[in-house]
């Protein structure tokens, strides 16, 4: 059934697991929403919902984590990408599951990715792409800085949409939705802590060029917090309505135990299978 009503997916890189396992459930029981947001690996987990993927994304990090073509820190040796995106949208044989933009495309959903502008250091979005603009945006939002080089969208070079606009739902708000199913990959009591010296060295040096994106990237943390603090609001007016995962399994970023990720999908699936009665409940009210 399709809801109008959004879906906002944070970020999280491999964490994004869970956002997977939650959104095959809503594919499982044929939920739709009328517009699907994403940021960074929200948004590669958006993509695959909207184009009714079911077990694609837990399928490709679980089979492919640590084939050295996707995931390597010895690519750096060959001066390429950590991770690199462009093998999620390349043929690899008969048990590789391709992309379906066709499916994408039939989709009675809108689909927004959200990424960070390089020279103002601002979120922009992009609504509905296809074909190589959708790869590149998708690989935009989910460019982690220090690890990818930026994409050149048609907003401007990009990367990680997280960092001006971690969890999106005020672009819901924009939107006109007043029914906003939001989910993060953090537990509900986490809050980021102030941007440590080394990391605001970091980006002062890899980014000189670019001084309003780290300013962005440096004042994140407060950013993020501040969200927090707005959807938990939101939440106890009735206003959205939140998925988080508990902190049982850590996942890292770059994750390499397939056995977390696989076991953090499943959080995920069985979590939305229990809360299915009242997310119901909020979208039908």
Not at 5 to 25: H, K, N, P
Not at 55 to 69: K, L, Q, S
Not at 87 to 94: A, R, T
Request: charged content about 25%.
């Amino acid at each position: 059934m399709l809801y109008h009503a959004a879906l906002v997916l944070e970020g999280g890189a491999m964490r994004g697991q869970y956002s997977t396992g939650i959104t095959d459930a809503f594919l499982k029981h044929h939920l739709e929403f009328e517009s699907v947001i994403g940021v960074s690996a929200g948004a590669l987990c958006g993509a695959q919902f909207v184009s009714k993927q079911y077990g694609r994304m837990v399928h490709v990090n679980t089979t492919y984590r640590h084939n050295a073509d996707y995931i390597s820190m010895r690519r750096l040796l060959k001066k390429k990408e950590v991770l690199n995106l462009d093998f999620l949208f390349e043929d690899h044989g008969w048990d590789w599951h391709n992309f379906d933009e066709r499916a994408y495309e039939r989709s009675a959903s809108h689909f927004t990715i959200v990424a960070t502008e390089l020279t103002s250091g601002k979120a922009v979005t992009f609504t509905d792409p296809t074909g190589k603009e959708l790869e590149v945006d998708l690989k935009a939002s989910s460019s982690m800085p220090f690890f990818t080089a930026p994409p050149k969208t048609t907003a401007g070079e990009c990367l990680d949409g997280g960092l001006a606009n971690s969890i999106p739902f005020n672009i819901a708000q924009d939107q006109g939705f007043d029914k906003i199913v939001v989910v993060r990959t953090r537990p509900s009591d986490y809050r980021k802590k102030p941007t440590g010296k080394v990391l605001k060295e970091m980006f002062e040096h890899k980014f000189k060029d670019y001084p309003k994106f780290v300013e962005t990237a440096i004042k994140r943390p407060e950013m993020y917090n501040q969200q927090v603090k707005s959807l938990n609001r939101l939440v106890s007016q009735h206003q959205a309505y939140v998925f988080n995962p508990n902190n049982t399994i850590k996942v890292g970023r770059l994750e390499n135990n397939t056995k977390k990720i696989q076991k953090l999908y499943q959080q995920g699936m069985e979590q939305a299978e229990a809360e299915l009665p009242a997310l119901m409940a909020y979208l039908n009210e």
